[in-house]
């Protein structure tokens, strides 16, 4: 009865936005277990975002840069972080290759400013840090994903606070996923080896019967990563020792469980486990720290994750396609330094949350429509657990909580050529620190989207559009206190206002078919142009003098607050093609990004343009595909290249890299093998060709974080 109301109120509402008065019926019924975000049958390489517009569309007529990684394209790298670097517009490197500490932005956010991206499984946020900024990390599995959107820029306004980077919204495979076609039960046996230093292992059993309502899929996976080794030989430290390998030893175990009940062919019920369990011992800042020599840190990072889900389209019914989901997390990360002193610390992240959402389609007279409606709610809890000498730390923000509510609509009229696309989203969001006598945080926000898209000729579109996301404040940025970090002693501001983006994008697409015939194209270049207002900083503050001494024998601790600061103006432009030719695919992509403060009109933070480039071929009847793929970052762009800290010089990377990757994959169907001939999937390749170092434009020459190097690999699946 109540799901029977919820739905009629989800109708009554798309009525009342659109104030039609004729609706055009659609005479088809969906057919069951068919997600209604599925992607379009009609070939071509433009991909289907359903995170963008939070409906299914074509991402050549969306007014911004989207970009869509299935999951064979996730096969080069055991790192999901990694292989998202061959996106426009997404950085990474600034790391050691750890599965635990992978540095990554999105349009200049990301590590060590997570709250101004999303990263999301199955709809379920992440905290890549989990405030302890020594760890960065999606807590997935690549051979689980079915496809991995980023979404970059203020254009993500239907998703709420924190999406002014962007988002990272990673989708899970389902039973049907993991079956041989025309099997309706099935296993599937997957392992992978990498020279540089890892192996792993995977089972999945599916069943997923024509004849029954029910579905399910039981995962599970193990893999162990060693010591990674470094390009070119490694560096050679000021006294005279070279380091060949940064030390790491994780090992990491996970679940998935999915079921799902056709309870009839108009609605669907699925529930949905995962659980990340990784155990490791590693260096107390996992990005930065090399080698942990005699003070290894032991820790276990965790990650589970339950969701229920209900889907009900009923059939010759546009004004209804409902999505209701309820779901809660658990994430944790624990560990123990037993050097100099026993120091145990850990962090947790607790939230559970509400989603809804609608989508219809009718039709205004002459005019198509496509409307999405929906509500978000999340309740978010941190913690933190600090043990230094038998003292406890106090954190001054923690325990904490967040209280976000959102509420969006969007509709996309289709004037013939024309696409016009209006959407707004109101939050109302809820901060503050748990504790007795702490005073909350509160706020709200509109934010509005328009865009345009025009079909200047056949298959190609102009794009225009104009979007408004904001950030609130955390608690940690309002309610930091004391000496939290050898650096800064941390004053709380209660006073702090939200960021705010707004962001004009323009450009144009390219969606052809048959130019040279046989072939397809892909092709969007946009460029991008906005501001960051009361962007939120921390600034130190010698005007209220010298802190305490706490007798940790540091002597140049400074004051520091969070505060917000003139506007940063962002702007740049990406570039991302796809183009197919008989056997042949080639891709690539370029970027470039400028942040700059505009009171000084100094960068706000360095940049460096990248580009990429992708060509490969599949004999037809070997069924063998081969690849390159390379990647040019040019040099850096930043307003100084050496720093003088306590007398000492610190020059910064000044230089170009290249990297070199060899891929391919075999799928035989006439080798005379029959284990191999049905349902077997090979995929291999070289990493860094050429073992050449790539250094992160925000490391100093003398870094270690040289990249990895050279990794052969070999991975495969075979589905019984």
């Known amino acids: 009865m109540k799901k029977t109301c919820l739905a009629n109120s989800i109708a009554l509402l798309g009525v009342c936005l659109s104030i039609p008065a004729f609706a055009q019926e659609n005479d088809s019924a969906k057919p069951p277990r068919t997600s209604s975000d599925s992607a379009s049958t009609e070939v071509s390489l433009a991909p289907v975002t359903v995170t963008a517009n939070r409906m299914d569309s074509s991402a050549a007529t969306y007014a911004g840069q989207v970009s869509v990684l299935e999951n064979e394209d996730l096969q080069g790298s055991e790192n999901v972080v990694e ?38 499984q199955d709809g379920i946020r992440r905290s890549v840090n989990m405030f302890s900024n020594h760890i960065s990390s999606f807590r997935t599995d690549p051979n689980l994903l079915k496809e991995v959107e980023v979404v970059k820029g203020g254009s993500s306004v239907l998703h709420g606070s924190g999406a002014i980077g962007g988002i990272v919204s990673m989708r899970t495979k389902d039973a049907r996923d993991f079956l041989a076609a025309g099997k309706e039960t099935g296993l599937t046996v997957g392992g992978r080896y990498d020279v540089n230093n890892s192996r792993s292992g995977y089972l999945a059993f599916a069943f997923d019967p024509k004849n029954s309502p029910f579905d399910f899929v039981v995962y599970g996976r193990r893999a162990e990563f060693g010591d990674n080794k470094l390009a070119a030989g490694g560096v050679v430290t000021t006294d005279g020792k070279r380091i060949t390998h940064a030390a790491n030893d994780e090992n990491i175990k996970n679940t998935m469980l999915k079921l799902g009940w056709d309870m009839t062919p108009e609605q669907r019920l699925s529930f949905s486990y995962f659980d990340y369990n990784e155990n490791l011992e590693t260096t107390w800042q996992t990005l930065y720290g090399v080698d942990p020599g005699k003070s290894p840190v032991y820790g276990w990072l965790k990650q589970k994750d339950y969701s229920v889900s209900y889907q009900f389209a009923p059939a010759n019914n546009p004004w209804i396609d409902l999505e209701a989901k309820l779901y809660t997390s658990k994430a944790s990360y624990s560990r123990i330094w037993d050097g100099l002193s026993a120091n145990r610390y850990t962090n947790w992240d607790e939230r559970w949350g509400l989603g809804v959402k609608n989508k219809s389609k009718f039709k205004l007279g002459a005019v198509d429509n496509q409307l999405v409606i929906g509500l978000d709610y999340e309740d978010r809890n941190e913690d933190a657990h600090m043990v230094n000498k038998g003292k406890v730390s106090a954190f001054g923000s923690m325990p904490n909580y967040y209280k976000d509510l959102g509420i969006y609509a969007q509709d996309t009229a289709s004037f013939g050529k024309l696409d016009v696309t209006l ?60 000496a939290l970090n050898p650096h800064y002693w941390y004053v709380p501001n209660a006073n702090l206002k939200p960021e705010t983006a707004k962001e004009y994008e323009i450009g144009f697409s390219v969606d052809k078919q048959n130019l040279l015939g046989h072939d397809e194209l892909y092709f969007k270049a946009t460029y991008f142009d906005g501001k960051i207002e009361d962007m939120i900083s921390l600034k130190e503050a010698p005007e209220l003098g010298t802190p305490p001494d706490i007798g940790d024998r540091v002597t140049t601790r400074q004051y520091a607050q969070y505060r917000n600061v003139s506007a940063a103006k962002r702007k740049g432009y990406e570039v ?109 390749g070289i990493n860094n060709l050429f073992d050449r170092k790539r250094i992160h434009y925000n490391s100093y020459d003398t870094t270690t974080m040289v990249g990895r190097g050279r990794n052969y690999y070999v991975s495969f699946d075979k589905r019984f």
Do not use: C
């Open 423 to 482: 959407g707004a989203r109101y939050d109302s969001f809820q901060r503050g620190v748990d504790k007795g006598g702490a005073k909350g945080y509160k706020d709200s926000r509109l934010s509005p989207k328009v865009s345009l898209a025009y079909q200047a000729f056949d298959g190609i579109y102009l794009l225009a559009g104009y979007a408004e996301t904001f950030r609130g404040p955390t608690p940690h940025e309002t309610s930091s206190d004391g």
């Open 576 to 684: 991302e093609g796809k183009y197919r030719w008989r056997d042949w695919k080639f891709g690539g992509g370029y970027d470039h990004l400028k942040i700059i403060d505009s009171a000084t009109g100094k960068l706000e933070q360095p940049s460096v343009d990248k580009l990429s480039f992708n060509a490969s071929y599949t004999h037809p009847g070997w069924k063998l595909t081969g690849g390159v793929k390379l990647t040019h970052w040019f040099k850096p762009k930043r307003d100084i290249y050496v720093r003088k800290i306590r007398g000492v010089e610190y020059r910064y990377i000044n230089q170009a890299f290249t990297i070199v990757d060899l891929f391919g994959s075999w799928k035989p169907v006439d080798s005379g093998m029959s284990f191999f001939d049905k349902n077997f999937t090979l995929n291999f």
């Open 83 to 120: 292989s998202l670097s061959q996106i426009p517009g997404f950085e990474t490197g600034y790391d050691h290759g750890r599965q635990i500490g992978s540095q990554f932005k999105i349009r200049g956010f990301g590590y060590q400013s997570e709250n101004r991206v999303i990263i999301e």
